[in-house]
């Protein structure tokens, strides 16, 4: 089992719809969690980070944390065309430093 | 506020060159980040620094490659006698606390011949 997991998709979705993406981690002292959004060929942009249960929104993007089910999800609302990248979840250990990846999910949002 | 700055921005090597990339993190973060990434998957951490001092190497860390930030700034990452598993997109990040966001640098791609 991985320690970071997500579907790899692709996720394709018309635009304006909202996409919805799944994180599930296998520490269960892990407690920071991140989505980073990257293009292809550029590096990973900081789109959200959470920290505690519950939803967090910023603009288009919310973020939802459940800590007893080790699940993290981003919905992307009002999809645009220019949403269409990988999101990368990735998430702190107990007592680390380190972000730990999971592989990424493709998104296409369709005009 | 001038981000991650990563040089080379490319890097193109023959088998068994050495190579040696830069990162400059954001002025005020004391801790850096070297990952490295391949096509299709998320980026793996390589090492991580607090100020001058390189705190955890991952096993992906072969002897062949060595870190360093001698100042608590600018920080280098060498390669020696290049492989092509080498391949791939080397990323630095900073950070000013463990807990809060890492910003990624543009990166290095090298590409082994």
């Known amino acids: 089992q991985k320690e970071v997991e997500q579907n790899s998709g692709p996720l394709s979705v018309p635009e304006g719809a909202i996409a919805s993406l799944n994180c599930t981690y296998s520490?269960?002292?892990?407690?920071?969690f991140f989505w980073y959004r990257q293009y292809s060929g550029k590096s990973p942009e900081l789109i959200m980070s959470i920290y505690s249960n519950g939803d967090k929104e910023d603009g288009r993007f919310t973020a939802q944390l459940n800590k007893a089910s080790q699940y993290v999800s981003l919905l992307i609302r009002d999809s645009q065309p220019s949403d269409s990248a990988t999101y990368l979840c990735?998430?702190?250990?107990?007592?680390?430093?380190?972000?730990?990846f999971g592989g990424g999910t493709r998104v296409l949002v369709k005009p | 506020d001038t981000g991650v700055s990563q040089d080379p921005r490319h890097k193109i090597t023959k088998r068994g060159q050495n190579v040696t990339f830069r990162c400059d993190p954001i002025s005020e973060h004391n801790r850096l980040y070297w990952y490295r990434q391949t096509l299709g998957q998320g980026p793996e951490f390589l090492t991580y620094?607090?100020?001058?001092?390189?705190?955890?190497k991952s096993r992906l860390l072969s002897d062949r490659f060595s870190a360093e930030r001698p100042k608590g700034s600018f920080s280098t990452l060498e390669i020696q006698r290049t492989e092509q598993g080498d391949s791939a997109m080397y990323l630095c990040?900073?950070?000013?606390?463990?807990?809060?966001?890492?910003?990624f640098g543009d990166g290095t791609r090298l590409s082994i011949l």
């Open positions: 990735a998430v702190i250990k107990a007592a680390g430093n380190k972000l730990t």
């Open positions: 990040a900073s950070s000013s606390s463990f807990s809060l966001p890492q910003h």
């Open positions: 620094f607090q100020n001058e001092a390189q705190l955890e």
């Open positions: 520490d269960r002292g892990s407690q920071s």
